[in-house]
């Protein structure tokens, strides 16, 4: 663990009218704590504060979770005409994309998604709206959400 103490005194002619005292820590778990040795000496006939002035936390809570909610599927469907009859029939050929686990924005899933799409032929695009907050996806084809698959972190509802 690291922290750092930083104390700043100002003293007047009779005693201390202030005082500031940055605290700094890190650590690489989930708890934080820490123990002065000696402890910090705070006047009995003054008053202190004590606030937070600052909390950096790193997004590492995977949102994407294998066999949970990590698939997604695109439907293309084509014509194909038949050799004997000379009728058409559409051919309904699904892609379905499995996505490593991780914590993921969406401007990252949208990359993820349009590179595994790229070789198919299926144009794909996933964004947000800053107006209203929400996701905007475009897509040459119908995507489908399987049972287990990333609609509700997208934002869309049950079909």
């Not at 778990?29 to 600052?54: C, H, K, M, R, T």
């Not at 994407?64 to 005409?81: C, G, H, L, Q, Y």
């Not at 914590?103 to 107006?131: A, C, D, H, R």
């Amino acid at each position: 663990m690291f922290y750092e103490y930083l104390s700043r005194e100002h003293v007047s002619s009779e005693k201390i009218d202030r005082m500031d005292c940055l605290l700094e820590f890190s650590q690489h778990s989930s708890e934080l704590s820490q123990d002065f040795f000696p402890p910090i000496a705070l006047n009995p006939d003054s008053n202190y504060v004590l606030g937070l002035y600052s909390l950096t936390t790193y997004n590492s809570i995977p949102n994407i979770i294998a066999n949970e909610n990590d698939t997604i599927s695109f439907e293309k469907v084509s014509s194909v005409k038949t050799s004997t009859s000379g009728s058409v029939k559409n051919k309904e050929e699904e892609n379905t994309i499995t996505i490593p686990s991780g914590s993921y924005e969406i401007v990252q899933l949208g990359e993820y998604l349009t590179k595994k799409l790229k070789g198919k032929n299926i144009v794909f695009s996933l964004s947000i709206n800053p107006s209203t907050m929400k996701v905007e996806m475009e897509c040459s084809h119908k995507v489908i959400f399987p049972p287990k698959s990333i609609r509700k972190i997208l934002g869309f509802k049950k079909d």
